[in-house]
Every structure is written in structure tokens, then in C-alpha cells.
């Protein structure tokens, strides 16, 4: 069991935090999950605050006595810029000031691959190389990630940004072959991220180690996470699922979202946060 006492999981009724809430159980001494929407019952070990990442009160109130954070909540797609920066760009400053102010120790946060969605896909990327986001949604985890590195480099409170592609429960597509992160990947590489010691500020790939994955390995060492998934067993499934090979959205990394005409969820629903869905 980790030697944090109290660790806190914003979003934890979303898709990633159901699968570390249902992971990391019994890792820590105590888990506090967080979402505005509805989180059933508390398990042994768990505790539940229901709090809105817009609302600055209601964060402080789910950081009380919290040692480490894993930030997942937002709008888990592309969306109007107002929403984007209402949700995902104010909310995680929200928990990031919160945290500083309980005098939290470190913050792992669910970044994305759209920070770097223009590269071509016969690139291989690295946390070091220039971002190319490729929505506002990608904007949004930039500034999340800059966040975490003034919060670091100002107040010592540790960030570790990493770049989720996919997280599914298995790759559905072509595309999934490079980007997919399985769940007991993503319970693994988050654990490790709140817990591996010597870590000030890291920005990593989140991903399982797929052969043909388009983004680096840089920093997974100093965390000590080893993938135990490769999307490569799915190949001869989902190989012939993709695209127009000559399309823009099938050249680059981010798919879909490199497409000028996608809004993702704009206009689709009055409250996408409740909803939000990558497709
Ligand atoms: N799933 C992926 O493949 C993927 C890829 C890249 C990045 N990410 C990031 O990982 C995180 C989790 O993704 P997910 O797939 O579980 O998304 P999800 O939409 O299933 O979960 C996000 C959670 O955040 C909560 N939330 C939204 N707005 C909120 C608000 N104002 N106050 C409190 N809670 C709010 C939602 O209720 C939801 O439970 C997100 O930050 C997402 O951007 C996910």
C-alpha cells in the first residue's frame, strides 16, 4: 500500500476514472473520488465529495487533507472555446490552486494526445518536441500541462501530464494499433505517476506498448512504468478499419480532430460534460 494517505481522483465517474476507481482499490489507504455527476456508493476505503471543477469553492472543499491528485475531470472532447475554457482550462486551475493551497504533494494529469495532433504519423513524437494541438480541447491540455510547469517550478508541487491517445477497453480501429492505452495499462501507469519517487515535473505518453505507437517512451523509465498490453494482438481484427489513407485526418495523429469542420460536441448537447465522448 502506498505510503500517501489520501488520494484524490477528479472525474472519477468517467470512463478512466471508473477503470482506476475499480484498479487502484485498496492501494491507498484512502481514495476520494470527485465528479459532479453521481458516483454510487462509497466502497471500503473510498470517500465521495460531489463537487463542480468550475466552482473554486467546491474544489477546496473535495482537497482537504489530500496528498496527491489524479486530475481526469473535464470535457473529454472538442467543444465550444467558452465551454473549453470554462471546464477544462479553468477547472484544472481550480485544482491545481486548490491543491497548492492544501499543500498537496503531487498531481498526475489526464493530458492528451491532441497537444500534438498536426504531427504526421510517420513521426515519432517526444514530450520535448513543439505542441501541435489540434483543437481547443488540445489547448485546453496544453495549458493544463504549462499549468502543472509553473506550479512546479514556482511552488514544488510535483505534475506528471500524461498524454492518454486511447483509452478503450480493446483497439476498435486501425488507429488504435498506435494509440491505444488498455485499462490495467492506465491503472498502472497512473498509479505510478502519483507514486514513483524523484519526480518534479514529467510529461509522458500514455499509452500501452504498442508496436507501432507514434509517440516516445521518454520518461516512462524514470516512473518505472512497463506496459503489459500491445494493441499488436488486436492487429488482424481491427488492421482493415480506417479511413481514406489520403485524408488529412488519417495522416496525422490526431484523427478527427485535425479535421477543421469537427466541432465534437458543440452544439450536440446542453451539458456535454456530462456526456462528453471521443469518437
Ligand atoms: N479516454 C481517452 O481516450 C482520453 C484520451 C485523452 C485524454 N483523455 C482525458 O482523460 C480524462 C478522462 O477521460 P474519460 O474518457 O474518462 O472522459 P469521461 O468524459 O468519461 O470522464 C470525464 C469526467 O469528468 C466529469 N466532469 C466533466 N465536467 C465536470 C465538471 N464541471 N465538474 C466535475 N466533473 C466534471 C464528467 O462528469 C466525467 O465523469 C479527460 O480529462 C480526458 O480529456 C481521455
Known sequence: MSALQRLLITGAAGEVGSALREGLRGRFPVIRLTDHRDLGEAQEGE????????????????MEGVDAVIHLGGIANEHTYEQIRRVNMDGTYHVLEAARQAGVRRVAFASSIHTVGFYPRSEKVSPDMPVRPDTSYGVSKVFGEALGRMYWERYGLAFVGVRICSFQPRPKDARHLSTWLSPRDAVQLFEKAVTAPGVGFLIVAGISGNTRRWMTEDGWEVLGYVPQDNAEAYAAEVEHIHG???????????GIFVDPEYTGLAGKEQDSALVARRP
Open 244 to 254: 481514406d489513407p489520403q485524408s488529412l485526418t488519417e495522416q496525422r495523429q490526431g
Open 47 to 62: 470517500e465521495i465529495v460531489r463537487a463542480d471543477l468550475t466552482e473554486m469553492a467546491e474544489v477546496r472543499a473535495a
